[in-house]
């Protein structure tokens, strides 16, 4: 069972910049293909972005493209989300998550079986 950890979340003003980070322990995330998802106060979690796990294609949600990079270490220990020009809107808790594959158009399902974590959570205000 993968356990991902997240981390580096923080309060800032919109403009502002972050950059979460998602590790598991003992295991390289190498080969697994890892999504993002944000759950915003009274909303349901949403899918952010996902690289894949062999080619690095990466997928992004309409609203975070061109603001947003998801990638991993050559190391293999994280995959990194970089925010930048961050808006009220990102605000939210974020997770990572194993996701089965990342295709041309689309992050792939979670595994039935996946745990969460407890996420990280990003305030972005003035």
């Known amino acids: 069972q993968l356990q991902l950890v997240e981390s580096g979340g923080g309060s800032v003003q919109p403009g502002g910049s972050l950059r979460l980070s998602c590790a598991a322990s003992s295991v390289s995330l190498n080969d697994y293909a890892i999504a993002w998802y944000r759950q915003a106060p009274g909303k349901e979690r949403e899918e952010v972005s996902c690289?894949?796990?062999?080619?690095?294609?990466?997928i992004y949600l309409e609203s975070v493209k061109d603001r947003f990079t998801i990638s991993r270490d050559r190391g293999g220990s994280t995959v990194t989300l970089q925010m930048n020009g961050l808006k009220a809107e990102d605000t939210g808790v974020y997770y990572c998550q194993r996701v089965y594959y990342v295709d041309d158009t689309h992050c792939g399902p979670i595994p039935a079986t996946a745990i969460w974590g407890q996420g990280t959570r990003v305030t972005v205000s003035s």
């Open positions: 690289i894949g796990g062999y080619d690095d294609n990466a």
